[in-house]
C-alpha cells in the first residue's frame, strides 16, 4: 500500500486549521508542525491494513480532532500573567537581587488596571519584612505576619502545592518573600492556568526557567499544549537534578514528540517519571532503561510507543495506560513489584482508532507482587516456562483480560501454575463492543495447583456462558477457594 500524496500534506493543513482555532500564532509556539503531521500520517499508516482502511482511519482521526476544539472559542479575560521581554539589554550587570525584582515585575506585569489597583495598594501596606531574624520590635510590628518568618524549606514546602503563576505572585508579598520563588523546587506550569493562551504560557515558562538558573530543581510538573519547547524544559530539569518529572501534553491533540537530540534522559537523580500523550522512540527509551539507575516509577498513559522492550535493573512499579504498543514489546525488569498494563477497552470511537493490540513478552517478574494486564493484546509471551521453576513466586493479586482465555484457557493456566502465593484474581471479560471473543473448548484435563487463591471476581456481560465452566474449573483447582464474585457490566 502506498500513500497517494505526499506525507504529512493532508494533515499539515487540517492540523494548522484546528490549531488556529486555538490562537492565530501557532507557528510561535510549534516549530514542526509538518512533522506532526507527518507522524500523524505515519501512525495510520502503519496500523491500516489497506488504502481503503489508511483513508477511513485518516478521515475519522481528523474529524475527531476538528469536533472536540471548540469552533466559537469565547477571548477569556487576559491572564495577570501577560509577559513583555525587556527591548533592550541593560550595559551594566545588575546585582543578583535587582535581578530577582525585575525578573518578578517581568513576570507579573498586569494586563488590566483592575488588576493594577488590586495589588498595589496591598503591597503598599505590606510590612516590610527584613530576611534576617527579626528583632524584637520588628516582631512586635509584624506579630501578624508570622509564616514569613518560617525556614525557608517550610515555606518552599508550602509553594509546592501551588501552581508556578503563584509560587511568583508571592515575590510581591514582602523582601523576605521576594528571592524565595527562583529557588523554589516545585515548578507547577499548567497551560489551563493561562486560558489556553499558548503564546502567554510559552513566555511565562521560557522567562521562568531563564530566571532561575542554576538552582536544584526536585519536582517538575508540566502539562502542556503543542509547544516544541517543553522539550528543552523537560531537559533542563533533568539537568538540574529533578527527582520527579510529570509531563502531559494536551490530549486533545496529537503524541507529543520526545526528541533524542534534546532530552538526553541521563539522571542518577531521577526517581519517577510520568508521562502522557508522547511518543517515545528506541533511543530515548534506552536511556532510561540503562543512564537513569535510581528510577522505581513509570507511567506512560495515552502514548506511543516504539520501542522493542522495557528492561530498567531499578523500576519497581510500571503503568502502561491506554497506550498504543508498535512492536513487540519485552518487559524485562527483574526488581518489578507492581506492572499495570491496562487499555481502553471500548473501541467504537474514534478517539481510539489509532490503538492496536499489543504484543508482550514477560520476562524476570520473580518480584511482582501485582500484575494487571487488562489491555487488549494479541499474544502474551511467557520467557521461562520451559525452566520448570516458578516465574511469579512472589504474586498475590492478578488481573487479566479477555486474552487469557485464549488457545483453551492457556495464559491464564500459565499464571495460576506459576504463581504459588497468588491470592486475588481478576478476570475482565468481553465488552458488548469487543469483536472478538475466546471459547472454552473443554474444561477436561485442566488442573493447577493454587493453595493460597482466596477470592476471585469476574466481569462480563450478562449471559455469558463461559462464565459457569469457569466457576467450575476453579472451585475444582482452587481448594481455599472462599468466594468468587460474577459482576456484570
Not at 490562537?23 to 509556539?29: C, F, N, P, R, V
Not at 515548578?187 to 504560557?201: A, Q, S
Request: net charge positive; charged share 25%.
Amino acid at each position: 500500500m502506498t500513500i497517494p500524496r505526499s506525507p504529512g500534506v493532508t494533515g499539515f493543513w487540517a492540523l494548522v486549521r484546528i490549531l488556529s482555532q486555538y490562537d492565530q500564532h501557532q507557528h510561535e509556539t510549534l516549530i514542526d508542525l509538518p512533522e506532526v503531521a507527518a507522524r500523524l500520517e505515519q501512525r495510520i499508516f502503519v496500523i491500516a491494513a489497506n488504502l481503503v482502511d489508511y483513508n477511513d482511519k485518516a478521515s475519522k482521526r481528523l474529524t475527531y480532532l476538528e469536533t472536540i476544539v471548540p469552533h466559537d472559542r469565547v477571548k477569556l479575560r487576559t491572564s495577570l500573567f501577560q509577559l513583555a521581554l525587556p527591548e533592550k539589554m541593560e550595559q551594566k550587570q545588575p546585582s543578583r537581587p535587582q535581578m530577582i525584582e525585575s525578573s518578578a515585575e517581568m513576570l507579573l506585569r498586569q494586563s488590566s488596571s483592575d488588576e493594577q489597583n488590586k495589588i498595589n495598594p496591598a503591597r503598599r501596606n505590606l510590612p516590610e519584612v527584613s530576611s534576617c531574624v527579626p528583632s524584637g520590635k520588628q516582631m512586635k510590628s509584624c506579630c501578624d505576619d508570622r509564616i514569613s518568618f518560617l525556614h525557608e524549606s517550610i515555606l518552599h514546602h508550602i509553594m509546592s502545592f501551588m501552581p508556578a503563576r503563584d509560587v511568583v505572585r508571592t515575590s510581591v508579598l514582602s523582601p523576605r518573600w521576594r528571592p524565595l520563588w527562583t529557588s523554589a523546587p516545585c515548578l507547577d506550569i499548567n497551560i489551563d492556568h493561562f486560558n489556553m493562551d499558548r503564546v502567554k504560557f510559552n513566555e511565562f515558562a521560557e522567562s521562568l526557567f531563564l530566571c532561575r538558573g542554576i538552582d536544584t530543581l526536585d519536582i517538575l510538573r508540566l502539562h502542556s499544549f503543542a509547544i516544541s519547547a517543553a522539550n528543552f524544559w523537560i531537559d533542563h530539569a533533568i539537568n538540574r537534578k529533578a527527582k520527579s518529572i510529570e509531563f502531559t501534553e494536551y490530549k486533545i491533540w496529537e503524541p507529543f514528540y520526545l526528541n533524542p537530540g534534546i532530552i538526553k534522559f541521563h539522571s542518577s537523580y531521577l526517581r519517577s517519571l510520568k508521562l502522557t500523550n508522547v511518543i517515545l522512540v528506541t533511543c530515548i527509551f534506552h536511556r532510561l532503561n540503562h543512564a537513569c539507575p535510581s528510577l522505581e516509577n513509570l507511567q506512560l498513559a495515552d502514548s506511543t510507543l516504539e520501542l522493542p522492550e522495557i528492561s530498567s535493573r531499578s523500576l519497581k512499579t510500571l503503568e502502561i495506560i491506554d497506550c498504543s504498543v508498535v512492536k513487540h514489546l519485552l518487559i524485562r525488569t527483574h526488581k518489578l513489584v507492581s506492572l499495570r498494563f491496562e487499555g481502553s477497552r471500548c473501541r467504537c470511537t474514534s478517539k481510539s482508532i489509532l490503538l492496536t493490540p499489543s504484543a508482550v513478552t514477560l520476562c524476570d517478574l520473580s518480584n511482582a507482587e501485582s500484575i494487571e494486564l487488562s489491555a487488549s493484546v494479541r499474544q502474551v509471551a511467557f520467557d521461562g516456562v520451559s525452566t520448570g521453576r516458578s516465574m511469579f513466586i512472589n504474586l498475590r493479586s492478578l488481573s487479566l483480560g479477555e486474552w487469557c482465555l485464549s488457545n483453551n484457557l492457556s495464559p491464564i493456566l500459565c499464571f495460576l501454575r506459576h504463581s504459588p502465593l497468588l491470592e486475588k484474581l481478576n478476570l475482565k471479560l468481553k465488552l458488548d463492543c469487543e469483536k472478538d471473543e475466546q471459547t472454552i473448548q473443554t474444561a477436561r484435563g485442566i488442573s493447577f495447583a493454587a493453595e493460597h487463591l482466596e477470592k476471585v471476581t469476574i466481569y462480563c456481560t450478562e449471559g455469558d456462558a463461559r462464565v459457569p465452566v469457569l466457576v467450575n474449573i476453579l472451585r475444582i483447582n482452587a481448594r481455599s477457594l472462599d468466594r468468587i464474585d460474577v459482576k456484570t457490566y
